[in-house]
T-cell receptor, first 113, second 113 residues
Framework: DAGVIQSPRHEVTEMGQEVTLRCKPI?????LFWYRQTMMRGLELLIY????????DSGMPEDRFSAKMPNASFSTLKIQPSEPRDSAVYFC???????????FGEGSWLTVV | GENVEQHPSTLSVQEGDSAVIKCTYS??????FPWYKQELGKRPQLIID?????GEKKDQRIAVTLNKTAKHFSLHITETQPEDSAVYFC????????????FGKGTRLSVIA
């Protein structure tokens, strides 16, 4: 199994631009999580999906952030417009609903200048 | 909701010594407590976990203990090696299994050769 796949791995963008991060969960996993990691705030849960349905998006910082999961094998996290304070590592993770262990992707390193 | 506190935030030990990282959780319904290791520039990876029906679990040089009454759990690394240097995160989760993990803020462990 290839694990959780994220793209892009690194992105540098200018303030105001739209950023789209992509995630392919492990096949057979039906729960997907988006986390953001910064030095100051650690690992923060942004949103999670069960069976492609958003369950809790209370961690999404602002309306500039949105996430979708159109099918079981793909999810996106979009930031529009981006701001320098959005610079962070964004991790996608997945798990089977009957298990507890979650598996992280390699992360998308976002820098907004 | 669940809140996980982790201490210390940084820890330096001499190679060969032991390291202990402690976490407390707030929700007595939490029943699964994993520990993740994150090396610089990489994803968090599960190293050991414990469930609420077990008081201690060991895997080679790594052990985790759980005190349900006090709502705290600890990671113990014996005979530390330079490759143990990383950030360690504790986490807690309550049933059902497809709810998100709540992470501590992390402990940066440095093993000095």
């Amino acid at each position: 199994d290839a694990g959780v796949i994220q793209s892009p791995r690194h992105e540098v963008t200018e303030m105001g631009q739209e950023v789209t991060l992509r995630c392919k969960p492990i096949s057979g996993h039906n729960s997907l999580f988006w986390y953001r990691q910064t030095m100051m705030r650690g690992l923060e849960l942004l949103i999670y999906f069960n069976n492609n349905v958003p369950i809790d998006d209370s961690g999404m910082p602002e309306d500039r952030f949105s996430a979708k999961m159109p099918n079981a094998s793909f999810s996106t996290l979009k930031i529009q417009p981006s701001e320098p304070r959005d610079s962070a590592v964004y991790f996608c993770a997945s798990t089977e609903s009957s298990r507890d262990t979650i598996y992280f992707g390699e992360g998308s390193w976002l820098t907004v200048v | 909701g669940e809140n996980v506190e982790q201490h210390p935030s940084t820890l330096s030990v001499q190679e060969g010594d032991s390291a202990v990282i402690k976490c407390t959780y707030s929700d007595s319904a939490s029943n699964y407590f994993p520990w993740y290791k994150q090396e610089l520039g990489k994803r968090p990876q599960l190293i050991i976990d414990i469930r609420s029906n077990v008081g201690e679990k060991k895997d080679q040089r790594i052990a985790v203990t759980l005190n349900k009454t006090a709502k705290h759990f600890s990671l113990h690394i014996t005979e530390t090696q330079p490759e143990d240097s990383a950030v360690y995160f504790c986490a807690a989760i309550k049933p059902p299994g497809n709810t998100p993990l709540v992470f501590g803020k992390g402990t940066r462990l440095s093993v000095i050769a």
